[in-house]
């Protein structure tokens, strides 16, 4: 019993004796089909591993967001502690978190302070009038202040984790109101 097909491929077969390599083409033509058909599914299995892939990647991505906090300290001309200050002038922070420092009166910037931050952390600069956000990655303190209001005790701290470097922040010389405001806040913090 034969099919059909197999009528119709033996009437081409029949017809096509006279031309020796009409064989050879038809069975290449075959083994191509088939190898297009495996590297089509080929692509397709890697296309899904590569969607699978990139939603594991962002899912890890957005958790990981979902714990880095952004923390606020307000630059204020009048605040709940008396006049030109941050609000709050101590902000404990985990690793990886980041502080938004918010013009909230004009007239102050937010920079950090040099030898007050913790060793290889960079160094911060808020332009005057001007909001900036700092992500803290390396633990230890960070001294901070305003330029233009340092002398009338417009400072504060960040504390990432633990402050491995209060020692040696404390030991940085402070004068005016500064000074006497410093000691404050790092009798505040732990270590
Ligand atoms: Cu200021």
Not at 13 to 28: C, G, H
Not at 142 to 152: A, L, S, V
Request: with cysteine; net charge positive.
């Amino acid at each position: 019993m034969t099919t059909r097909a197999n009528e119709i491929r033996l009437q081409i077969t029949e017809k096509s004796a006279r031309t020796p390599n009409f064989l050879a083409l038809l069975n290449f033509q075959h083994r191509s089909r088939a190898r297009c058909r495996s590297s089509r599914i080929e692509g397709f299995v890697m296309k899904n591993i590569l969607a699978i892939f990139a939603v594991a990647v962002s899912a890890l991505l957005a958790s990981g967001a979902a714990h880095a906090a952004e923390h606020e300290v307000k630059m204020l001309n009048k605040g709940a502690e008396g006049i030109m200050v941050f609000e709050p002038s101590v902000v404990k922070v985990a690793p990886g978190d980041s502080v938004h420092f918010v013009v909230a009166d004009k007239g102050h910037n937010a920079e950090s302070i040099d030898g007050m931050i913790p060793e290889g952390a960079a160094p911060f600069k808020g332009e005057m009038n001007k909001d900036v956000t700092v992500t803290f990655d390396k633990p230890g303190v960070y001294g901070f202040k305003c330029k233009p209001h340092y002398f009338m005790g417009m400072v504060g701290l960040i504390v990432v984790g633990e402050p491995v470097n209060k020692t040696a922040a404390a030991a940085v010389e402070q004068t005016g109101k500064a000074k006497k405001k410093f000691e404050e806040l790092l009798g505040q913090i732990g270590g």
